[in-house]
């Protein structure tokens, strides 16, 4: 604890008093992000870090896995997807997994999830990225299994997140624009899907980033 009192500390005499302005804009109007960022619980992910972005910028959902549970199921997911995309207006929605995914990890080897309960439970809602590792990936092993469930588990992710009808409806009518990521920890790289390659691609290395505005499943899942 005496670590994070000493950053406020920082905080307040070095980042605060020089972004003052800043700040007393942010709290004197709404807030108007242009994008949702949903993305892993996981204490090595920091999207405004990644993204560059400045307090504002990003509405930030987290959880374990970066799941995102289908509409029937109500809950803080939903309330904060239908707040973004029905009252903020947002006009992205990026889905971040990471590699090393401890979640992912867990959805192979439930042994891992034998004192944890809650956690069984809400990995539920990815137990159509478990079917599709079994089904189709058999070939696979080791950290390249555990790669391919974190890709695969983001596209799941977005299906699910089609079943929500502020998503479903801002994107019929070319409002919203749906995104599928994963940051590579260990290299810093950020890889969005492309569905007409059917594969990732280094979003540094494309001209422009590809939308997942129209239904589409991948076959080729490789970094």
């Excluded at 539920?124 to 070939?139: D, F, K, L, N, V």
């Excluded at 059917?198 to 001209?207: L, N, R």
Aim: proline fraction near 4%.
């Amino acid at each position: 604890m005496q670590k994070l009192v000493q950053g406020i500390h920082q905080f307040q005499q070095q980042i605060f008093s020089t972004h003052r302005e800043l700040f007393e804009r942010l709290d004197q109007q709404e807030q108007t992000p242009e994008t949702l960022f949903v993305t892993c619980s996981d204490s090595r992910i920091s999207p405004n870090l990644i993204t560059q972005t400045q307090p504002g910028e990003l509405f930030i959902l987290r959880n374990v896995g970066n799941l995102i549970p289908p509409y029937q199921s109500m809950g803080g997911m939903a309330a904060g997807i239908e707040f973004a995309v029905a009252a903020l207006k947002v006009k992205d929605i990026i889905i971040c997994g990471h590699s090393n995914c401890g979640a992912m990890r867990a959805l192979l080897d439930p042994s891992e999830l034998s004192e944890l309960p809650a956690t069984r439970a809400w990995l539920a809602h990815c137990r159509a990225t478990e079917r599709i590792m079994w089904e189709s990936y058999g070939h696979l092993s080791g950290s390249d299994l555990l790669h391919a469930t974190v890709e695969e588990n983001v596209l799941v992710q977005v299906e699910n997140l089609r079943s929500h009808p502020s998503v479903a409806k801002a994107v019929a009518n070319g409002m919203l624009h749906l995104h599928a990521w994963v940051y590579k920890i260990e290299t810093g790289e950020v890889y969005a899907f492309d569905p007409e390659r059917g594969q990732y691609a280094s979003i540094t290395g494309t001209a422009g980033l590809p939308l997942l505005d129209a239904e589409h499943r991948g076959t080729d899942l490789t970094i």
